[in-house]
């Protein structure tokens, strides 16, 4: 990691980048090149940006909030799943080059931007929707912070779905049944969250086809999360729950 | 320039951090394992069938690039092992232990244990 | 349910052989020395009720856990599915079921 000096020095290495994008659409594409210039702590989606504005209005992307909250802007950059608006081009500029793609593991709209409804259409198959175990006439209920299974759950609520585990993920690419690490993580939250009312279905939908046995712990996930979230201890909090009901029941 | 497939673009591994690497070892080393087993149950059947046979595959385990052979295997196998125990640790025990040194140190055990054996093949 | 109870045997099998193999090693440390020789291995099983359970119920779990860790490589790294996919795994695990519970009846019966 750079630190914000180092950071500021290399912003003024060189006065353009060379940026390979990805243009095209489901059926095929190829890599365009453009030359970009630098400006001091220029991040990827300023690249992005710029190109759009400046040098062809037809590139398609995605984004909204610009500061890491809505998890929008997660691209492949130079080969590696980022969210583009936190990612300095200072952190991963090679040579003066810089390669922008769309997500990993899933299809492509056009240029740089996914169709994300593969990957939250697994949410809902994870059963990672909130159960209320109350109704609007019930008290508030009490959540205490300390509590070992709020402590599990809220070490998880940071996620702002932006796929990046997702495209990191070589079970993903490999198997396309497999709910992946987001999807997952969040039906851990919810199975740990004491207002949550379904931890069986919870347990039942992460132990079928592509659930959360699939995971081969690579790690992919928690090592690229860019809020530094443990996607992958999440995964293997579920494969615990799910082996201990087997013991306890005597049955999957 | 790379291109035509998008998935040709966005389809490329991520790779390179630890976890990761000690995932494909495991997974190499297992499809290994399953490949050599099925001639090592061969030869050990030859006992019942043709003992001298089984000799003379037990002298041929004398010469040097077999003993290396060996020596991979045993370090396969001992890889498999603490690697396999490592991710029992992950997903059975509850807490969270330090994934990337542990990796690490399945590697060091498993050299200095199919290091031993090479020492006393030899 | 598949992936649930394939995966429970993979890690059950695992569990069970990883004294076995911890034994393992140390068997071949110790029998390597000097070199192999079939009088000396056949000289330590044949007859030995302990070494047929030891190697029989490595053989039974090696089948199960390879079959299944060799069922999840092919569905990930090819585009064999379904049927066939499952019938290359019982396929896989009634070789080594098989080939290994020869190699124990060698060893092993007098």
Redesign the interface.
Known sequence: MLDDASIAETDHAADSIAVSVWRGDASGGTWETFTVPRQPSQTVLDIVTWIQQEADPTLTYRFACRVGMCGSCAMMVNDEPRWTCRTHVGRVVKDGAISIAPLRNLPVIKDLATDMDPFFDKWVKAEATHHPSAGRHDDFAAVLPDDEQRVEASAGIECINCAVCYAACDTVAGNPDYLGPAALQRAWTLYNDSRDDAGGAILDAVSAQGGCHSCHSMGSCTHYCPNDLDPMGAIAGLKRATAKRFFRRGRG | ??????NA??????RG????Y???I??VS??A??LF??L???V??????D?AR??NF?AF??LPFVKVA?FGL?FL??LH?FG??R??A???L?W?AP?KTLAAGTLAVSAF?SG??FL??I | MLDFRLYMAQRLSALIMAPLVVGHLAVMIYAVQGGLSAGEILGRTQGSLFWALFYGGFVVAVSVHAAIGLRTVISEWTRLRGGMLNGVAMAIFATLLVMGGRAVLAVTLV
């Open positions: 320039m790379r291109g035509g497939d998008p673009a966005t389809r490329r591994p991520v951090h630890a976890l990761w000690a995932h494909i495991h997974r297992g499809i394992l399953a087993l099925p090592h149950f061969w050990l059947s030859l006992a019942l069938t003992a089984l000799d037990l385990t004398e060996e045993v196998l001992a092992l396999g125990m991710l029992m992950l997903e059975w509850p969270r994934h244990v031993v054996f006393q093949a």
